[in-house]
């Protein structure tokens, strides 16, 4: 992915957001750590981390979000889908999966969250690579799905079905595997696409 256009845009109380394309892991460490607690509780090491880190930045791009100079909230965005996905698209070389969204609790309901994807949206269709984006979030008690939503985003189906994983891994509040389930949200980006399929 090339380089994304830094961003700075005004709220309503004349705060400057700036997004613009993360460049070093403390900032993304002070994002991604969310995935450790409700309602992911997500095992995430220091080690995770840092693999997760140069995996989105070799394959991809983490745009941030940055308000009064501090890390508000992110997007990974990965190139092509992720092939251990239940969802498939025709078009595999077209799509960009939104591999890890999150916003730390301290600025949530500001409108970070919406923002980030708005400009990541707009950032994909201005590259005019991409005939879809889409995100895998929880099937229920999603805090994104709102987001992806306002950003016209919808369920994914496949005859009429709701396409849901069953996702397992280890957890940080038990030493059992656990499992819970994941739905898929996508977004056209252009008129070419061909769909998906499972």
């Known amino acids: ?35 450790r607690d409700y309602p992911y509780n997500e095992q995430l090491t220091d080690k995770d981390i840092e693999v997760e880190y140069n995996s989105y930045q070799k394959n991809g791009i983490i745009l941030g979000c940055y308000l009064d100079g501090k890390i ?4 990974c965005i990965l190139d092509g889908a992720d092939k251990n996905h239940g969802i498939k698209f025709y078009d595999e070389d077209k799509i960009a999966y939104y591999a890890g969204f999150a916003v730390n609790p301290e600025y949530r ?3 970070i969250g919406k923002l980030l ?29 709102r987001i992806f939503r306002a950003n016209n985003f ?10 849901i994983d069953e996702v397992s891994y280890e957890r940080n509040n038990s030493n059992n595997i656990e499992s819970d389930k994941r739905k898929y949200m996508v977004k056209k980006l252009s008129d070419n696409g061909h769909g998906w399929y499972i």
């Open 109 to 111: 309901g500001q409108g």
């Open 1 to 35: 992915m090339e380089n994304f256009e830094t961003y700075r845009y005004y709220d309503k109380n004349h705060k400057l957001r700036v997004l613009k394309a993360i460049r070093n892991i403390d900032d993304f460490k002070k994002v991604i750590t969310v995935f």
């Open 154 to 163: 919808e369920d994914a189906y496949y005859n009429n079905n709701l396409i």
């Open 72 to 75: 508000a909230g992110i997007n």
């Open 117 to 145: 994807i708005y400009y990541s949206d707009k950032y994909l269709q201005d590259l005019k690579l991409y005939d879809y984006s889409y995100a895998r979030i929880l099937y229920k008690g999603s805090m994104s799905e």
